[in-house]
T-cell receptor, first 112, second 107 residues
């Protein structure tokens, strides 16, 4: 059973489109995260949620909107996609903040 | 300047060699994470430590809080250890990542 899963694995889309990436964890964790890995492989936090409440929004453009319908899911919706949004997006979860994090397989987004 | 600095950026080793990757951070953290990113892209957490030393198989992680420095050691390296190793400072609600060390172990 996959602990942290993301869909889709690959996403190719045109500039200006709106797309969503889904994340689910079956570990019973309270905290979930979204990270962006750029073309230089540098990872950066975007959002973190604890018990469905947003606790970190790391100066991400408001075209990005996370949604946590329950503790097991944290989805990422992106409006008006831009070329610079091309990256790999990783979801992760942990029992609480300041705990070991478990990462999903990543979603490779390419905006044309 | 990134709050978390790693060195070296690239490292090539012969199978069997002892490997050290270094990480330093500029302000206080609650813990330090070491992660491994496989060539296929998946990320695995190796260690989370806030003091002292942890060991798992051939991997050892140490941290010196006073010097704001951590090291990841790999003993008896093997080609399957080839990956990107990333350290990250845990600032409570978020991780701040180093740029990663690309390790290649040749047989």
């Amino acid at each position: 059973d996959t602990a942290v899963s993301q869909t889709p694995k690959y996403l190719v889309t045109q500039m200006g489109n709106d797309k969503s990436i889904k994340c689910e964890q079956n570990l019973g964790h309270d905290t979930m995260y979204w990270y962006k890995q750029d073309s230089k492989k540098f990872l950066k936090i975007m959002f973190s949620y604890n018990n469905k409440e947003l606790i970190i929004n790391e100066t991400v453009p408001n075209r990005f909107s996370p949604k946590s319908p329950d503790k097991a899911h944290l989805n990422l919706h992106i409006n008006s996609l831009e070329l610079g949004d091309s990256a790999v997006y990783f979801c992760a979860s942990s029992q609480d903040t300041q705990e070991t994090q478990y990462f999903g397989p990543g979603t490779r987004l390419l905006v044309l | 300047k990134n709050e978390v600095e790693q060195s070296p950026q690239n490292l090539t080793a012969q199978e069997g060699e002892f490997i050290t990757i270094n990480c330093s951070y500029s302000v206080g953290i609650s813990a330090l994470h070491w992660l491994q990113q496989h060539p296929g892209g998946g990320i695995v957490s190796l260690f989370m430590l806030s003091s002292g030393k942890k060991k798992h198989g051939r991997l050892i992680a140490t941290i010196n809080i006073q010097e704001k420095h951590s090291s990841l050691h790999i003993t008896a390296s093997h080609p399957r250890d080839s990956a990107v190793y990333i350290c990250a400072g845990d600032y409570g609600n978020k991780l701040v990542f180093g740029a990663g060390t690309i390790l290649r172990v040749k047989s």
